[in-house]
């Protein structure tokens, strides 16, 4: 079962940008499909991005055009680059193993002015 800690997550001001890193351990990263999910406040968790092992991704439509989803496997690392953010991206967002179905602990973004 692999490992997977997140960070980047904090407080930024409406059309700034963040970048999450999650860090993946105990496995063979490269041949696992990772993503990127959202927990707003009260709400349930939603899909905001995924990339596979060949480097395809799938965007959530409220993040399309917005956040890129990326990966290194050298650094056993999946990066997502949000911009233009917005109150409604506030959330805890967390990193998801596929292969695994593997989860790290979240990391808060929080969007305000």
């Known amino acids: 079962q692999p490992q997977l800690v997140e960070s980047g997550g904090g407080l930024v001001q409406p059309g700034g940008s963040l970048r999450l890193s999650c860090v993946s351990s105990g496995s063979i990263f490269e041949r696992s499909a990772m993503g990127w999910y959202r927990r707003p406040p009260g709400q349930g968790r939603e899909l905001v991005a995924t990339?596979?092992?060949?480097?395809?991704?799938l965007y959530g439509d409220s993040v399309k055009g917005r956040f890129t989803i990326s990966r290194d496997n050298a650094k056993s690392t999946t990066y997502l680059q949000m911009n233009d953010l917005n109150s409604e991206d506030t959330a805890v967002y967390y990193c998801?193993?596929?292969?695994?179905?593997?989860w790290g602990q979240g990391t808060q973004v929080t969007v305000s002015s």
């Open positions: 998801h193993d596929l292969e695994w179905d593997a």
């Open positions: 990339i596979t092992d060949g480097h395809r991704t």
